[in-house]
């Protein structure tokens, strides 16, 4: 979103929207979720996802990962406005299709049918590293890990095979190399 | 082993070793153990508003015209609500302030408790950072850290909420104020290369203008002193926002008036011109801009502010420099000194042509108005009563609406905090606590609430706080019996469908002034005024001043809705020409 929520100034230009990647380390500290998700619903930046989780139980640091859309000026804005939080330690962005950045998604995905639909639906998921995490002789879940339109495709696929029911995370980021976020 | 405190005991510690003097609050169930320690402070003295969020707007008034943190106490639920509009004021006008909240107990919190509410839910968005404390071992550390977020950076609110059974539970005091970095958030980032580009554009500018706003107020006295310093080095023109007034003289030549929707004629011309903007410690707001698009196209503009997300946030900047305005400009000025001594002498010719424009501007003499001698013009009560108090250092607060702008107008103020105006969230109620609190801070100076009608109803009821304190405040109403600005833009917009914006059955403001136990005076005509507003400052109590003024006058100029600077409403010989048409319309 680009609107000013003052109409007072006419929006200019529409610039071009572009999904980023926005990763942000915070204390782990009660509410600091609620304060990072409010600053963007209050500003109108959109989330398309969310990954939320401890990765540092001495430091207490917690690592949300946050996918968005949004011009150049509200990305920034985005960035700035973060790093203004206190309880928020840095901030890193980078643009989805960067080279540089590995990100995935989990998915969970429960098939209800004969063997032969459940066979063929591990059949499909079989790029995306599948694991078969619990199976009866009526159904079988398992879990993949992909990129988010990966998972829309293979979701639409496995419509025909018995799919009952997703679970899926947000996405989550590092860099390739030996290289790590700064 | 060291000595055991309530949290409540702790609170005061660390009020204590903040140098607090006085608390601005109101007592309920949840803070009633803070209430109690009160009596064993005598330092610390409290302030008992009549609603909190008089207590909030007394707190603000008092920070922004002392430069110390305001300090508010409030109970839980109703308490913490009512002080919100206080504390979104106070961030949107960056003003330091702590809230201390009462809570429900731990073990309540949760269950729709009597007096429950999420207070730090509520005012996360109103706050730079807010605390539930929930062990009162945390609790020194949390005040001592809130002080600091407050006064740090660029300035604002904070919130710490404590439950009941945190007053009463025992530990050790640790003083633990701190002053280093908070998370890397004080930023003074900016770097010699950047000053010497910014003195190298002054260098090459023939249509410069300062542009400066209250950031030069937060920055301390000193910053108000190097921007004189900077604009009598360079010579450029300089104008201020609304919140910058009193940082830079407003009877000086160079000074051109406030800019913005209701700026003058030559400021915003100047802005819309110039090649060479520099922004100090002022944020693009839209009342500023105006269309974006059209707004200002040709400038090189420089922005400078301690806020990094406050730079192109809403305007695309050239050059930005990310620090305290106070050590900018003196970065500035020490290089301008070494690298082009005698700038404004050899600067004059090239800039001489831009001043000549400037002058030209000048003569439209925007903020002339047509005055009467049967009924008071609001103008020219604002005008006398400059003239009158103009020798004393007197501290002005405003409501919001017409008289807000017409006193942004005509008052000029040659100091800053002397100028306490709810500019960003336009909080109507606003100055009359505001008063309290300034006349709490400075107790020997002439302390008056410029005011609407409409917006002083709203927290009329502190008027019983000035009289408990003794504090001489003077509420001068100026009285059009309407909501002046709201039906200025009915007149403007609407077709003069004056909506709901007459006020009927308003209260007789002298016998108000006399039922409180302060003193009421009226002005009826231009001729009585100067005499009756002597009679206002001669008294040593607070006053209510009604001031009845012409009902139908308008505030100009004006940029209207959706126009760039250039496209002034100048009066009402110049309306026929620029009617507000189609989209302006819809605009806020």
């Known amino acids: 979103m680009s609107k000013p929520k003052s109409a007072y100034s006419i929006p200019g230009k529409k610039q071009k929207s572009d999904t980023h990647v926005i990763v942000v380390w915070v204390d782990n500290e009660a509410g600091v979720l609620a304060r990072v998700v409010g600053l963007f619903s209050g500003r109108g930046y959109n989330i398309e996802s969310l990954a939320v989780a401890e990765v540092d139980s001495k430091l207490n640091i917690s690592r949300i990962t946050i996918v968005t859309t949004g011009t150049p000026q509200v990305i920034e804005q985005i960035k700035l406005q973060l790093g203004k939080l206190v309880p928020v330690h840095k901030v890193a962005d980078f643009m989805r299709g960067d080279k540089k950045i590995i990100f995935k998604e989990m998915a969970l995905l429960k098939i209800v049918g004969n063997d032969i639909k459940r066979k063929k639906a591990i059949k499909f998921c079989k790029k995306f590293n599948p694991v078969v995490l619990d199976k009866t002789n009526k159904s079988v879940v398992i879990q993949i890990t992909a990129l988010r339109r990966e998972i829309d495709t293979i979701m639409n696929d496995l419509k025909k095979t018995g799919l009952v029911s997703v679970s899926r995370t947000g996405a989550v980021a590092m860099t390739r190399g030996a290289e790590i976020f700064k | ?588």
């Not at chain 2, 921007?227 to 919140?243: H, K, N, Y």
């Open chain 2, 1 to 588: 082993m060291s000595k055991l405190y309530s949290g409540a005991e702790i609170v005061f510690k660390c009020l204590e070793a903040q140098d607090v003097e006085y608390i601005f609050g109101y007592p309920g169930g949840a803070v009633l153990p803070i209430y109690d320690e009160l009596k064993n402070h005598e330092s610390i003295k409290h302030i008992l508003a009549r609603h909190e969020q008089g207590a909030g707007h007394a707190a603000e008034g008092y920070a922004r015209s002392s430069g110390k943190p305001g300090v508010v106490l409030v109970t839980s639920g109703p308490g913490a609500t009512n002080a919100v509009t206080a504390l979104t004021d106070a961030y949107m006008d960056s003003i330091p302030l702590v809230c201390i909240s009462g809570q429900v107990p731990t073990h309540l919190i949760g269950t729709d408790a009597f007096q429950e509410c999420d207070t730090t839910g509520i005012t996360r968005p109103c706050t730079k950072h807010n605390w539930l404390v929930k062990d009162v071992k945390d609790l020194s550390k949390i005040i001592h850290k809130a002080f600091e977020v407050a006064t740090t950076g660029r300035p604002g609110p904070v919130l710490v909420d404590i439950p009941k059974d945190i007053q009463f539970q025992k530990t050790k005091y640790v003083n633990s104020i701190k002053r280093k970095k908070l998370n890397g958030k004080i930023h003074n980032k900016f770097n010699q290369g950047e000053i010497d580009q910014l003195v190298k554009s002054m260098v090459n500018s023939s249509k410069p203008i300062l542009y400066t706003g209250g950031g030069v107020i937060n920055s301390g006295p000193k910053a108000s002193e190097l921007l004189r310093e900077l604009v009598s080095l360079t010579g450029f023109p300089i104008t201020s926002t609304l919140q910058g007034l009193g940082s830079y003289p407003g009877d000086d030549n160079q000074f051109l008036g406030m800019l913005g929707m209701h700026g003058t004629y030559e400021a915003n011309n100047a802005m819309h011109d110039c090649d060479l903007m520099i922004n100090i410690g002022a944020r693009f707001d839209d009342r500023i801009t105006g269309k974006i698009d059209e707004f200002s196209p040709k400038s090189k503009k420089v922005h400078i502010d301690i806020d990094p997300s406050s730079i192109n946030k809403n305007v695309k900047v050239d050059l930005p420099i990310v620090g305290d305005v106070s050590e900018v400009m003196l970065s500035v000025i020490k290089t301008l000194k070494k690298k082009h001594p005698n700038f404004a002498s050899s600067n004059k010719e090239k800039t001489s042509k831009w001043w000549e424009k400037i002058s030209e501007w000048r003569s439209v003499n925007s903020l002339n108005f047509i005055n009467s001698d049967k009924t008071i013009k609001p103008q020219h009560a604002i005008q006398r009563l400059y003239e009158l108090t103009k020798d004393k250092d007197t501290y002005i607060t405003t409501e919001v609406g017409q008289h807000q702008m017409w006193a942004a107008q005509h008052y000029k103020f040659n100091k800053p905090n002397r100028w306490m105006t709810s500019g960003g969230l336009g909080t109507m109620g606003y100055g009359l606590p505001a008063a309290v609190g300034v006349q709490i801070a400075h107790p020997d100076k002439l302390v008056v609430d410029i005011a609407g009608e409409a917006s002083v109803l709203m927290t009329i009821q502190e008027m019983s706080t000035a009289v408990q304190y003794n504090l001489p405040i003077k509420i001068f109403i100026l009285n059009n019996e309407y909501m002046g600005m709201v039906r200025q833009w009915q007149e403007l917009l609407h077709e003069k469908n004056y909506s709901e914006s007459y006020t009927a059955a308003l209260p007789d403001f002298v016998k108000l002034a006399e039922a409180y136990g302060c003193v009421g005076i009226r002005a009826k005509t231009p001729d009585e005024l100067d005499e009756k507003i002597k009679e206002m400052i001669n008294v040593n109590k607070p006053v209510i001043f009604d001031c009845l003024v012409d009902k139908e006058e308008n505030c100009f100029p004006m940029i209207p809705s959706g126009k760039p600077h250039n496209q002034m409403l100048l009066g009402p010989n110049d309306q026929k020409e620029n009617k507000i048409t189609g989209k302006g319309k819809t605009l806020v």
